[in-house]
Nanobody, 128 residues
Framework: QVQLVESGGGSVQAGGSLRLSCTVS????????MGWFRQSPGKEREGVAA??????TSYADSVKGRFTISQDNAKNLYLQMNSLKAEDTAIYYC???????????????????????WGQGTQVTVSS
């Protein structure tokens, strides 16, 4: 079972930067996708950035050019957030889904329904 623990959230002024980390344990899947999502009060959870085991990435239009998703050799996940805006304020979640079966491919996805494992979230607050 994959376990995900986010860290790195906090408060920052508009224009500033934060780096979120997601410590991953139990990811022994042959193929997988991982992603960052966010949810603000009164809004649905939305996909921010995603990556698959081949290194393909995808970003929401609202964060393209400002956010960068990456992964290290231990499969821990990161989200570098630059030029932050007040509308980026939300709880940010790390998510994953994988498969150990041969012949299964996990393509990148920003859909909530494409993931089965979730972290507890970390708060990001951007003040204008």
């Amino acid at each position: 079972q994959v376990q995900l623990v986010e860290s790195g959230g906090g408060s920052v002024q508009a224009g500033g930067s934060l780096r979120l980390s997601c410590t991953v344990s139990g990811n022994t899947y042959r193929a997988y996708r991982m992603g960052w999502f966010r949810q603000s009060p009164g809004k649905e959870r939305e996909g921010v950035a995603a990556i698959d085991n081949r290194g393909t990435t995808s970003y929401a239009d609202s964060v393209k050019g400002r956010f960068t998703i990456s992964q290290d050799n231990a499969k821990n996940l990161y989200l570098q957030m630059n030029s932050l805006k007040a509308e980026d304020t939300a709880i940010y979640y790390c998510a994953a889904r994988g498969s150990s079966a041969w012949g299964v491919f996990m393509t990148v996805s920003l859909l909530v329904t494409a993931y089965t494992n979730w972290g507890q979230g970390t708060q990001v607050t951007v003040s204008s």
